[in-house]
């Protein structure tokens, strides 16, 4: 083999994607679940670091606590709200700083994430009150809405706020140098020589898709390829977000019980 043979190059021999994944191969998942704190002086009551891939982001749930206003109450159930945000040097292509509250961009991906989060929360458990999630996108490298989502219905099953089911999201999209390959979990690079590419949140217990954003025009029969690949990436991510809530759940528990072990990094 030649020694200007480049990385690149030889994932392409192999038939793998640029970070040397199969086409239905998802990144690797981390999750880490409290105590975090994504404002300085405020507890959160649950919160959420994950990384998929190189992509990460913070996740702070508050609440549920008395609305601030008597306006923003409602009378039968919460009110849900999501602010989200990223670093400056969250991207490689764009170091600026962005404001949360004109950005569109930034803006669309915080109501996204609350009508997700208002289809899964069991808002009539708590009337009269306010949830507020705070979410702070750390590393961009493809894929931050999905991060986002998924960070933030962790945060919500570690503040122990009632859900109906977890809602997972993933992205999918057609390869751009083969127009009948569908790709699942885009990173920053294929999201950029994507053709067409879909950002899909489903409820996998119950099958329901709950938001599905694509921002390119595609045909019917490729948008139901692309959306089934999403889907199925959900179903990976529900598996490995549910074993984060187990292990949790586990550490919790022996730590009220006294059998938990500190260890000193």
Known sequence: MSSSLRRHDVLSL???????????????????????????????SGSC???????????????????????EELVDQAVVSVQCRAAPYATQFDRRYVNPASDKKLLEHSHLIQKAMEATVIRNVYPRSKIHVEVYIIADDGGRLSAAMNATTCALMDAGIAIKDLVCSCSAG??????????????????????????????PQRGTVVSSQCESRVSID???????????????????????????AAQMLASRTGKCEVKLV
Do not use: W
């Open 49 to 71: 670091l994950l990384r998929m891939g190189l992509t990460t982001v913070l996740a702070c749930v508050y609440g549920p606590n008395d609305c601030p206003r008597r306006d």
């Open 222 to 248: 490729i948008y139901e390829k692309v959306l089934k690949t999403a889907m199925e990436g959900c179903q990976e991510l529900f598996e490995i977000m549910s074993e984060a809530a187990r292990e949790r």
């Open 174 to 203: 057609v390869a751009a140098s083969d127009e009948s390959l569908v790709l699942v979990d885009l990173n920053a690079e294929e999201l950029r020589a994507a053709t067409s590419h879909l950002t899909t949140a489903v409820l």
């Open 14 to 44: 192999a038939h793998l994607r640029t970070d040397g994944r199969k086409p239905h191969e998802i990144r690797r998942i981390q999750i880490q679940l409290g105590p975090l704190s994504c404002s300085v002086g405020a507890t959160a």
